[in-house]
């Protein structure tokens, strides 16, 4: 599956962006789809996945009550969706896929083979 991730870009703290991950070359079916993200200097931290049949939704406690994941099943697509966005959520987004995940694997990015090419939030002051 290849995943294409968008809608990243420069906001105030407090505001809002939606993030896209679009699949192509076969539907997600029973992937888990996770976001991860990065920020300069730092590794790579677990934001946010989905378990795209079953729809268990899953957080980093960094960006819960704040993020919201979701899922577009004819568009097959996921999203996230940032509210009240801090400038400590300055990061490249990466949305990640991976079939057949139990729930203790998929916080690790480790277990993800299939990866988007990442997209760019900057949150500022």
């Known amino acids: 599956v290849q995943l294409q991730a968008s809608g990243g870009g420069l906001v105030q703290a407090g505001g809002s962006l939606r993030l896209s991950c679009a699949a192509s070359g076969r539907t997600f079916g029973n992937y888990v789809v996770a976001w991860f993200r990065q920020a300069p200097g730092k590794e790579r931290e677990f934001v946010s996945a989905?378990?795209?049949?079953?729809?268990?939704?899953y957080y980093a406690d960094s960006v819960k009550g704040r993020f919201t994941i979701s899922k577009d099943n004819a568009k097959n697509t996921v999203f996230l969706r940032m509210n009240s966005l801090k400038p400590e959520d300055t990061a490249v987004y990466y949305c990640?896929?991976?079939?057949?995940?139990?729930?203790?694997?998929?916080?690790?990015?480790?277990?993800?083979?299939?990866w988007g090419q990442g997209t760019l939030v900057t949150v500022s002051s």
């Open positions: 989905i378990k795209y049949s079953g729809g268990g939704q």
């Open positions: 990640a896929a991976q079939s057949g995940l139990i729930t203790s694997s998929l916080r690790s990015a480790q277990r993800y083979d299939h």
